[in-house]
Structure formats: C-alpha cells, structure tokens
C-alpha cells in the first residue's frame, strides 16, 4: 500500500522509473544501502503489487500514430457490461470510470485516422447502453509518462 512507503521505498521507485535496468548494485550505492536490502525491497514492493517492471512501448515507432479520447454517457447500470467489453479491445489503454459530463473515458491509440473511425462506429457506437459519445481526437501528444512521484 502507498501509505506504507518508506523513503527508501520512494527513493527506490523513483530510480526504477527512470531506469528499471539498473542493477541492484548499482541502486544500492546510489542509495547507500546493501545490495541485499535493494534486493528484498524491490521484491517486497513486486510481491506487494505496489510496482510492476514492464516495457512501454514507443506506439509511433511501430505505426500506432493515431490517438483519441473518448467520452462515453452510458447507462450507469450497465456500466460495469460495458467496461468487461471494452477492456478486451485491444485499441484501449485506457478505461476509466469518471465524474462529470461523461461516465467512462477510454484512451484509444491506432494506426489511423480510418481505424480510429472504424472502431468509434462499430465498437463504441455498438456497445449496449451507451447513450452517445464524443472524441476528442490528440493533435499532437506533449507528454506522455508512467512516472508517477509517490
């Protein structure tokens, strides 16, 4: 849990993100501590689910150029049907249930200004109890990270 981070904790998280390939060694004298406790740390916050070391693909630099956002007003009790049929779409990275003038916002990334199209009108558009929704079509993406400070 976040609450039980200590500084190290956070300190190590903090390196992990900016490079996950560096080794326990290394992070150990960067931070001042054994070896062996950089070691049960970091499996500690894995066994935990406080962190995951994964690739994050560059999506421009295997042709995924096209991105959007997509606010979705859906009828709230069949809200959770609707999210189990969007998270298999493999378009989708991100799926939220949110506050104020939509229901759900889901983050799509695709080949195409024609892919985006296709999958606006026949999923989002086919989906039972979505009452309507607008996309908010990325121009041009500033920022873009999973670094979060804890």
């Known amino acids: 849990m ?19 390939y560096r080794t326990h060694a290394s992070l150990a004298r960067m931070l001042g501590v054994s070896k062996t406790t950089i070691t049960r740390r970091i499996q500690r916050l ?25 606010g979705l007003n859906v ?12 998270m298999g779409k493999p378009q989708v990275h991100l799926l939220a249930l ?8 889901i983050g799509v ?3 195409s200004t024609a892919e985006l199209a296709q999958f606006v009108t026949k999923d989002v558009a086919g ?8 996309t908010l079509f990325a121009l041009e993406i500033k920022k ?7």
């Open 2 to 20: 976040a609450h039980d981070l200590d500084d190290l904790d956070r300190k190590l998280i903090a390196e992990l993100q900016q490079d996950a």
């Open 46 to 70: 894995l066994n935990n689910g406080t962190l995951r070391i994964i690739g994050v693909l560059n999506a421009s630099k295997i042709g995924l150029n096209t991105s959007a956002l997509i």
């Open 75 to 86: 009828n709230l009790r069949e809200s959770e049907k609707i999210i189990d049929k969007l």
């Open 98 to 105: 949110v506050t104020g003038r939509y229901d759900v916002v």
């Open 109 to 111: 990334t695709v080949a």
């Open 127 to 134: 989906i039972d109890g979505g009452n309507s929704s607008e």
């Open 144 to 150: 873009q990270t999973y670094v979060f400070s804890s």
